[in-house]
């Protein structure tokens, strides 16, 4: 098993930068994937970036430029750099994790509120 903690939410101003933390309470190097999500509505979730057996995949094409993903091993953490924010992408923010030949595992989210 692996527990996700994801600190990092709050308010920002519109155009503003946040980032965005998950810590895995296991090493990264176990983990096949790990990912970043909005829930976009209220029956699914947006898909933003995502770091599979250590490479990046960038999911979303409205953030492609806008949204960085990246690790540190030995904080057995993966980031989430967000620039230029909108106001319509608050939301809640989550970050995945899946090992291979077990279910899939999700921190607790965090809120991210783009407004002046």
């Known amino acids: 098993q692996v527990q996700l903690v994801e600190p990092g939410g709050g308010l920002v101003q519109p155009g503003g930068p946040l980032r965005l933390s998950c810590a895995a309470s296991?090493?990264?190097?176990?983990?096949?994937?790990m990912g970043w999500y909005r829930q976009a509505s209220g029956k699914q979730c947006e898909l933003f970036e995502r770091i599979i057996s250590g490479s990046v995949r960038k999911d979303a094409d409205s953030v492609k430029s806008r949204f960085t993903i990246s690790k540190d091993n030995d904080k057995n953490t993966v980031y989430l750099q967000m620039n230029s924010l909108k106001p319509e992408e608050t939301d809640l923010y989550s970050c995945s994790a899946v090992i291979l030949g077990d279910h899939g595992y999700w921190g607790q989210g965090t809120q991210v509120i783009v407004s002046s």
């Open positions: 296991r090493r990264l190097r176990i983990i096949h994937a």
